[in-house]
């Protein structure tokens, strides 16, 4: 081990795949709620924008509850539109009419979350606050103001766990399981120096301690301990060298995921990253086969997960898109079967030669009589006859006799094939067919046949009418062993 690893010991109460949870506070808080939502569990991630400072989150917080306030004294206009020193850039509009209109707008859709929410995830990012000098008021937000409107202060420990208590208590009222979850930024605020930022982490940090020592159904999660004591390392961080890298967050995100959450939904992360990797497939060639029928697997186990209670419409509607762009199947064109009447047989030798082709009852007929033939040579053979006598005493019985290509295969073989069937066919009708004198049982064993000429002599001849072949053998050694002796005489 060449680091300290961290254990987070399991909640008493974990949640399902189907919780509904609310994130809010800093940038971090949109890292988790962006994969609780990527996982398909219900998330409001941020609805506020990000918001740094403890005690301006507890005022939006208790708006959403029910608290009255008053947004129309914190609405200025900076750079050209207008905003609220309560809210993030983001929440903006070109009147101040409009600006209050949203803002009234994300408190009623939070307060209507916060109603059936199981559990919400505070994320604090620092103790440093400003203050609106002409009002003496806290402010979430400076719009890139004139730093002379504000007057910078350190909050302390006590004034954050009074304010996020008073909190507690106004969403226990409304929703008594919700559950909070407290953890502190990972990321450092350099912008008030690296040892002033080390003093608003710990005051953040003793704040969360006491909350969660406190509070019933309030729990830290070490967020920021994760990424500086865990992994410690700067390839753990992106190219500012202060955020977390995507890897980092995807650390912290299973550690989170695991502690806070059943076996169940554990089992559903892995199954739906699987998914999540074919959705995300893009193929080279849109038309290929194999494609559509990738995509069709896709929709099949989106749809196994929709039965499941998954809301998956946006993934079907977009697997179902691409199913409908694709280029129609080609035909797959299904080749005939050939139909093969050519009979094989063993010529007695180590060549096997191609018979000519007959219908299925002529080939059964004529079977025996080859058994007869062969039996015949054999017994020529042993009686000393020579060959001139043997074929001579053959002759070809009218019973059988060769007819042409075209007349024996009228429906077998086609027409562009019978010339090239004609040559063999030819052949075979020289070589006469023995008579049923010498009839004989065929043996169960031929061996093979050897010359009696030696070496020198002719090799076995070719059947069936093919021509026949010499070829001289290499002279003895004995040959050689004379020849040198006459050299030297």
């Known amino acids: 081990m060449f680091r300290t690893e961290l254990t987070i010991a399991p909640q008493e109460r974990l949640l399902a795949r189907t ?5 809010v506070g800093s940038c971090f808080a949109d890292s988790i709620g962006e994969r609780l939502r990527l996982n398909k569990v219900t998330t409001l991630v ?8 403890p005690l301006a989150l507890a005022q939006l917080l208790r708006a959403a509850a029910g608290e009255a306030q008053d947004w129309q004294q914190h609405v200025v206009e900076a750079r050209g539109r207008w905003q609220s020193y309560d809210f993030h850039s983001t929440i903006g509009a070109e009147s101040p009419v409009e600006l209050l209109q949203t803002i009234q707008e994300t408190v009623r859709r939070v307060g209507d979350f916060v109603q059936t929410a199981d559990t919400v995830l505070l994320t604090l990012g620092t103790a440093w606050a400003y203050r609106l000098r002409e009002t003496g008021e806290l402010v979430s937000n400076l719009h890139k103001l004139p730093a002379a409107l504000f007057e910078k202060e350190l909050l302390t420990a006590d004034e954050i766990v009074n304010g996020l208590a008073e909190v507690h208590s106004l969403l226990r009222r409304i929703n008594p399981d919700i559950r909070i979850v407290l953890t502190v930024s990972p990321v450092r605020h350099i912008k008030d120096t690296l040892p002033l930022n080390a003093v608003s982490k710990s005051v953040l940090r003793v704040a969360c301690h006491y909350l969660s020592e406190l509070l019933l159904g309030v729990s830290y999660f070490p967020a920021y301990e994760l990424l ?4 410690r390392d700067y390839r753990f961080y992106g190219a500012d060298m202060l955020h ?15 502690a806070y959450f059943d076996a169940d939904f554990g089992r559903f992360r892995k199954e739906w990253a699987a998914v999540r990797q074919s959705l995300g497939h893009r193929p080279l060639h849109l038309g290929a086969p ?3 029928t990738f995509l069709d697997q896709t929709r099949e186990r989106l749809e196994r997960l929709s039965g499941q209670g998954v809301d998956v419409r946006q993934e079907l509607r977009d697997v179902q898109r691409q199913l409908a762009a694709l280029p129609p199947p080609k035909a797959v ?25 007959h219908r299925p009852e002529e080939a059964a007929s004529l079977r025996p009589e080859r058994q007869r033939q062969d039996g015949s040579r054999r017994d020529n053979r042993r009686n000393g006859r020579n060959g001139q006598d043997r074929r001579e005493s053959r002759h070809q019985p009218a019973s059988v006799q060769p007819a042409e290509p075209a007349q024996l295969l ?8 019978v010339a090239a069937i004609e040559m ?7 070589s006469p067919v023995p008579t049923e004198e010498n009839e004989t049982t065929y043996p169960a064993k031929k061996k093979k046949r050897r010359s009696r000429a030696g070496p020198s002599a002719p090799l076995a001849s070719m059947r069936h009418g093919w021509r026949r072949s010499k070829v001289l053998a290499w002279p003895k050694p004995s040959y050689w062993r004379s020849w040198l002796r006459k050299l030297r005489v």
């Not at 941020?46 to 400072?53: D, E, I, K, L, R």
């Not at 047989?345 to 000519?356: E, S, Y």
């Open 19 to 23: 919780a509904r949870v609310l994130t």
């Open 46 to 53: 941020n609805p506020f924008g990000t918001v740094f400072q």
């Open 228 to 231: 500086n004591d865990e992994l």
């Open 244 to 258: 977390p890298s995507e890897v980092a967050e995807d650390y912290i995100w299973d550690k989170f995921a695991r």
């Open 290 to 292: 194999e494609h559509r």
């Open 333 to 357: 064109r299904v080749p005939e079967a050939e139909t093969d009447d050519e009979e094989r047989i063993d010529i007695g030798d180590d060549t096997v030669a191609t018979a000519r082709l």
């Open 410 to 417: 009228p429906d077998l073989v086609p027409e562009e094939s």
């Open 424 to 430: 063999p066919v030819a052949e075979t009708q020289t």
